[in-house]
C-alpha cells in the first residue's frame, strides 16, 4: 500500500511541477502585466501641439521596390504633417529592378515634396547610415519601401517626442494591412494571416507598450522607428555586421547612452501580410538569429541570479533559455505515456493550459481594442477577429518551433538575410533520417 501512494504521490508531483511552468514562466506575469495596461489605458495623457512644428527626415531604404515604392512615398505625402516640413531620403542599396522608374513617377506626381534618391553600399543597415549624414531634421524617421504610413502617423510620433523630451528614440505601431488581408486566398494562408495580424496588434500595442513602461523596449521595429536626431548621432550608427540591427540600436540608445526608448501606439505603418509559411519560417529564424547576435554582443556578466532584477536576463532566458523546456513539454507527455501516467490527466493538463494561454489573448484583446479606440476602421477590424484568440496559441507554439530552429541554425550556420526554407530543411532532415536507417540496417547484418 505504501509503495503505491508514494508512486502516486511522485508521478501527481512531477505531473504538477511539469504543468506549472508554463504557467509560472509565461502566463501569470502575462495576466499581471496586462491587468497594469488596462489601467495605464483608461488613464492616457493628452498630447498638445507645439507652437512650431519641426523639420523632420525621412529615411527609406530601397531594395528591389519597384512594386511598392510609390505607394510608400504617396502615403508621406498625403499625411497630415505638412509637406514642407518633410525632408524624404531614399537609399538605394544596389536595387537590380525598376526601383529608380518608381521612383521618377513619384517624383513628377509629387512635385511639391523634397525628396531625393541617393545610392548606397549594399545592405539596409549601410543604406540607413548613409542617409543619416544626408538628413537635416530635428527628428529622423525611417520606414521600409514596402509598407504605407496611416495619414496622422508622422504627425503623432512628433507630437509624443514634443510631449516627452526624455524620449530619445520611438518605435511605432506595425500592422499588416487588412485590405490585403481580406483578398481572395486558400483558407490556410488566411488563418495564418489572420493570426499574423492578431500576433503583430498585441505585440505592439499589448506587448511592446508594457516593455516601455520601465524603458525596457527590448527592440524598436527596423520598419518604423524614430529619433532625436541630437541622440542618433552620438550611437556607433546601425551595426552593419548583424541580422538585428535594429535591435542594436535599440541596446545603444537604451544602454550605452542611457537615454529613453518608447512606442507611439498611435502611428501606425501597414505592411504586406506574410505570403506564406515558408516566409514566416525564413522570417522568425532571422529575428532569432539577430536577436542572439545582438545579445551576445551586448549582455556581459550574465547569471540566474539577476532574472528578478534585469529584464534583459528574463528576455533572454523567457526567450531562448525556455524553447528548450517548451519542445521538451510537448514530447515529454508521450514519454509519461509508458510510464503508465494517466493519459487522461495528460490530455486535461493540456486543456488547461491551453485555455489559461486564450485567457491571456483575450485579456490582451480587450487591451489592443482600447489603445485602437482613436481608429475606428482598424478597431472594428480587430474586433471581428475575437475567435483567433482560440487559435493564436497554436500559431505562438509554431513560431517558438522555428525559433528554436533559428537558435540551432546559428550555431551551425553563416548568418544570412534568407535561411532555407522549410520543404527544404524538411527534406534534408529526411535524407539524414533515411540514410541513418541505413547504416543501421547494415551494421545489423554485419
Known amino acids: 500500500?505504501?509503495?503505491?501512494?508514494?508512486?502516486?504521490?511522485?508521478?501527481?508531483?512531477?505531473?504538477?511541477?511539469?504543468?506549472?511552468?508554463?504557467i509560472v514562466v509565461e502566463i501569470i506575469p502575462a495576466f499581471v502585466s496586462g491587468i497594469r495596461l488596462l489601467i495605464k489605458?483608461?488613464?492616457?495623457?493628452?498630447?498638445?501641439?507645439?507652437?512650431?512644428?519641426?523639420?523632420?527626415?525621412?529615411?527609406?531604404?530601397v531594395y528591389n521596390s519597384e512594386e511598392t515604392l510609390f505607394n510608400c512615398i504617396q502615403s508621406i505625402h498625403d499625411s497630415t504633417y505638412p509637406t514642407e516640413l518633410?525632408?524624404?531620403?531614399?537609399?538605394d542599396n544596389q536595387s537590380t529592378d525598376d526601383s529608380f522608374g518608381a521612383f521618377v513617377k513619384a517624383q513628377n506626381k509629387f512635385a511639391d515634396m523634397n525628396m531625393q534618391l541617393i545610392h548606397t553600399q549594399r545592405g539596409k543597415a549601410s543604406a540607413l547610415n548613409t542617409a543619416i549624414y544626408e538628413s537635416i531634421g530635428t527628428y529622423i524617421i525611417n520606414i521600409d519601401s514596402d509598407g504605407v504610413l496611416e495619414k496622422n502617423a508622422l504627425m503623432n510620433m512628433v507630437l509624443q517626442f514634443e510631449n516627452d523630451y526624455k524620449v530619445a528614440a520611438l518605435t511605432g505601431t506595425i500592422l499588416p494591412a487588412k485590405k490585403m488581408i481580406r483578398q481572395k486566398k486558400p483558407w490556410h494562408l488566411k488563418?495564418?494571416?489572420?493570426?499574423?495580424?492578431f500576433e503583430y496588434a498585441q505585440a505592439f500595442l499589448s506587448g511592446r507598450t508594457i516593455e516601455a513602461r520601465n524603458n525596457q523596449l527590448f527592440t524598436m521595429s527596423?520598419?518604423?522607428?524614430?529619433?532625436?536626431k541630437e541622440a542618433l548621432l552620438n550611437t556607433f550608427m546601425y551595426n552593419v555586421d548583424t541580422l538585428g540591427e535594429d535591435t542594436d540600436m535599440t541596446f545603444q540608445i537604451r544602454d550605452k547612452l542611457k537615454r529613453?526608448?518608447?512606442?507611439?501606439?498611435s502611428a501606425i505603418f501597414y505592411i504586406e501580410p506574410i505570403p506564406s509559411l515558408d516566409n514566416l519560417y525564413t522570417q522568425r529564424q532571422r529575428w532569432q538569429r539577430g536577436e542572439i547576435e545582438v545579445m551576445h554582443q551586448h549582455t556581459k556578466n550574465i547569471s540566474v541570479r539577476n532574472f528578478f532584477n534585469d529584464f534583459l536576463i528574463r528576455r533572454m532566458m523567457i526567450?531562448?533559455?525556455?524553447?528548450?523546456?517548451?519542445?521538451?513539454?510537448?514530447?515529454?507527455?508521450?514519454?509519461?505515456l509508458f510510464f503508465r501516467y494517466s493519459a487522461l490527466m495528460m490530455g486535461m493538463s493540456y486543456v488547461a493550459i491551453y485555455l489559461l494561454y486564450i485567457l491571456v489573448s483575450l485579456l490582451n484583446y480587450i487591451c489592443v481594442r482600447?489603445?485602437?479606440?482613436?481608429?475606428?476602421?482598424?478597431?472594428?477590424?480587430?474586433?471581428?477577429?475575437?475567435?483567433?484568440?482560440?487559435?493564436?496559441?497554436?500559431?505562438?507554439?509554431i513560431c517558438s518551433c522555428i525559433r528554436l530552429v533559428g537558435t540551432i541554425n546559428g550555431m551551425t550556420e553563416i548568418a544570412a538575410w534568407n535561411s532555407e526554407k522549410f520543404d527544404q530543411e524538411a527534406k534534408g532532415v529526411g535524407s539524414i533520417i533515411r540514410s541513418d536507417f541505413k547504416n543501421l540496417k547494415k551494421r545489423k547484418k554485419e
Open 1 to 22: 500500500m505504501g509503495y503505491w501512494l508514494n508512486l502516486t504521490l511522485f508521478k501527481m508531483g512531477f505531473w504538477i511541477t511539469w504543468a506549472l511552468i508554463p
Open 41 to 61: 489605458t483608461f488613464h492616457r495623457k493628452r498630447l498638445t501641439m507645439p507652437a512650431k512644428m519641426p523639420f523632420i527626415s525621412l529615411m527609406v531604404p
Open 86 to 91: 518633410v525632408q524624404v531620403i531614399l537609399a
Open 191 to 197: 488563418i495564418l494571416q489572420y493570426n499574423e495580424y
Open 222 to 228: 527596423g520598419a518604423f522607428s524614430a529619433f532625436r
Open 260 to 265: 529613453k526608448v518608447a512606442i507611439c501606439t
Open 319 to 336: 526567450d531562448h533559455t525556455f524553447l528548450f523546456p517548451k519542445m521538451i513539454w510537448l514530447f515529454a507527455s508521450i514519454a509519461l
Open 370 to 397: 482600447l489603445l485602437l479606440r482613436d481608429f475606428p476602421d482598424e478597431n472594428k477590424f480587430y474586433a471581428h477577429q475575437w475567435w483567433v484568440a482560440f487559435s493564436q496559441p497554436i500559431y505562438n507554439f
